[in-house]
């Protein structure tokens, strides 16, 4: 359902007023061509309006060819053909001058199983540990997890201690990973708490955004459960549910996220429900299973009249890829009465043919690195990246057209 006239006309009135804020910016050279503007959600605080209408301006655009936008890494600012010359020789420069730092040592801080095939932590640490010593940096280590079947019962290392280790080696920088942190704000108070960020140049790369005001490079989930639940209204869905077995901070942003594609879309906040409704203290493998199977069940039975077009978010791969198995054979089938999205494009999403949002995992490396270098430089005006997901669709979200079924 449409919004009213006088909604849409004040809507249409914001947006446009911040297109032309943005282009006047551009234009005075605020952001050069080839930069990266600001996240919505630090523009829509900057302007003082909602995320919505920030993205709505940022899409006009790049319809126009003013902005760019690369779903890895963020919104450019487009180059010319000579512009583009320009920014290639200003990046050879860059290079340089970050090889000039052959003396900056670097400590990592982070937490990981190095026998895990699977553990994101490793992926981003290759792509940091690239860059930074393409930048001429020297590296070390400190991994919080103790290695297993060395020290039986040898409790992680504190923040302090892995820093206090790192120093004695000769770190001048840092760089901390929070991954997998169920709460990435205490663990930025942690790294505070050890290092003076004011005096000792740090960066810290997080699955969320945070209060706290440390140099970071995160993954934006609002972004990823807007684009989720805008490729499902994009592909004909008309009724969207987002599948969250447990609470956490990222699912609810993805939540938030979701919901405001629908408002930009210009639906009322009803097209979107979430399943279970209200706020689920799940833990546990069979909690989750459970509530799985509910969702399954519901979801299959017959509807009394044409329903709408059902899109589920999963909070992400793992809860579709249940989903699926649960479904499998029935009579309502992916693809004709239902689409399903999930985040982190596991490997088994490829086999299953589901939509995911895949993970900017190389690219929270590379930007962190760079990021501490030109702190190591001396430039500290970018203290915050903001990082998207790339879509990848499959079957799961394209509805076959009446005379397929």
């Known amino acids: 359902m449409k919004v009213s006239s006088h909604r849409r006309f004040s809507t249409v009135r914001i947006h446009e007023r911040i297109q032309a804020d943005l282009q006047k910016r551009i234009g005075q050279g605020q952001w050069p061509p080839g930069a990266l503007i600001p996240g919505c959600k630090q523009l829509a605080g900057e302007y003082g309006v909602s995320v919505g209408s920030v993205h709505q301006a940022i899409t006009d655009l790049v319809r126009d060819g003013v902005l760019r936008t690369d779903n890895r890494r963020g919104t450019f600012v487009v180059e010319s053909e000579n512009t583009s010359r320009d920014s290639a020789s200003r990046v050879r420069a860059s290079t340089e001058e970050l090889r000039a730092f052959t003396s900056a040592s670097i400590g990592i801080v982070a937490g990981f199983d190095p026998d895990s095939a699977d553990d994101w932590t490793l992926t981003i640490l290759e792509s940091f540990e690239r860059t930074a010593a ?82 970071h490079v995160f993954y934006d989930n609002h972004y990823a459960g807007y684009q989720a639940a805008q490729h499902l209204l994009q592909n004909g869905c008309e009724q969207l549910i987002f599948l969250a077995p447990f609470d956490a901070d990222w699912a609810r942003q993805r939540i938030v996220g979701a919901r405001l594609a629908v408002s930009a879309a210009g639906l009322t906040p009803e097209v979107l429900t979430e399943y279970p409704s209200g706020t689920l203290p799940v833990r546990w493998a069979e909690d989750i299973e459970l509530v799985i199977e509910t969702f399954a069940r519901e979801l299959m039975a017959p509807p009394r009249k044409k329903s709408p077009r059902v899109g589920v978010i ?16 029935k009579r309502r089938k992916m693809g ?29 490396g590379a930007e962190a690195a760079r990021l501490l270098l030109q702190r190591l430089r001396g430039n500290v005006t970018s203290t915050q990246v903001r990082l998207c997901s790339h879509l990848v669709p499959r079957l799961s979200t394209q509805f076959k057209q009446e005379s397929e079924k």
């Open 134 to 215: 393409a930048g001429g940096a020297r590296l070390f280590l400190s991994n919080l997890l103790p290695l297993r079947g060395q020290t039986p019962n040898q409790a992680p290392k504190t923040m302090a201690q892995a820093v206090e280790e790192l120093t004695k080696q000769g770190a001048e920088a840092f760089a901390f990973f929070s991954i997998y942190d169920y709460d990435a704000n205490h663990f930025a108070e942690r790294v505070m708490s050890a290092v003076d960020i004011e005096r000792v140049p740090a960066v810290l790369i997080s699955w969320d955004d945070l209060r706290a005001p440390v140099p």
């Open 314 to 329: 999963a909070a992400h791969d793992d809860v579709a890829h249940r989903l699926l198995d649960k479904v499998h054979g």
């Open 336 to 364: 004709r009465d239902f689409a399903v999205i999930g985040f982190d494009d596991a490997p088994r999403s490829r086999v299953l043919g589901l939509t995911s949002l895949r993970p900017p995992l190389e690219d929270l």
